[in-house]
């Protein structure tokens, strides 16, 4: 189950693999008290989280699993180990579906999409929303968590984005889906130029 961290009527979901250590970590450094998810208080709070492309988030999830488990020479020295991580769409949290982690919630949820943004862009677009709710972070973010992927990470993700792409498991497809429509009607409604919060976010 997904942890997140509340500061009043506002909530932020943590959702791995998109900047969430970032984030984590400054509203941790702010205050904000840790909850799990079934904890929200839909009525009277409002969660908030961010996204990358459902495809993308899988290859970077698995990615994470490869790592995590001391694996990355065996998923290139041997071939069936390889064979057997082509195809699957989730190994944990990280490459999880968002539908699988919040269930229908996903459509209450103030998604912020990163993907084709800077992360200055987004952290911009996120204290838009925090001052919306009357939270200002001035410059108290934790930048010395912003993670960036080794070449060796990046080679990995690039990989199993191609193996992926080539064999297009269909069990794949169906359980990425339900996200790739939610993913197109948060970046379809979601306006990165707008000057105040409600203008910007996908649920007005």
């Known amino acids: 189950m997904s942890k997140a961290l509340t500061c009043g009527h506002l909530v932020y979901v943590r959702t791995l693999k998109c900047a969430s250590t970032f984030y984590w970590n400054s509203f941790k450094k702010l205050g904000w008290s840790e909850i799990e998810f079934n904890q929200i208080d839909w009525r009277n709070q409002q969660a908030f989280s961010h996204m990358i492309d459902p495809d993308q988030r899988r290859h970077k999830g698995v990615a994470e699993y490869i790592n995590l488990t001391n694996a990355y020479d065996l998923f290139y020295q041997n071939e069936t180990f390889k064979k057997f991580i082509t195809p699957v769409p989730c190994l944990d949290l990280h490459s999880a579906s968002y539908y699988d982690q919040y269930g229908n919630y996903c459509n209450l949820i103030d998604w912020i999409p990163l ?72 970046i379809s409604r979601f306006d990165y130029n707008a000057a105040a919060w409600p203008e910007s976010s996908w649920l007005s």
């Open 115 to 186: 993907s084709g943004h800077s992360h200055e862009e987004t952290v911009a677009k996120t204290d838009l929303l925090l001052r919306h709710h009357g939270i200002n972070v001035f410059d108290r973010w934790a930048w010395e968590q912003t993670h960036r992927s080794s070449d060796r990470q990046k080679k990995l993700v690039l990989d199993l984005e191609d193996l992926w792409c080539k064999y297009r498991p269909h069990w794949g497809e169906f359980y990425l889906q339900r996200d790739r429509e939610l993913y197109q009607r948060v």
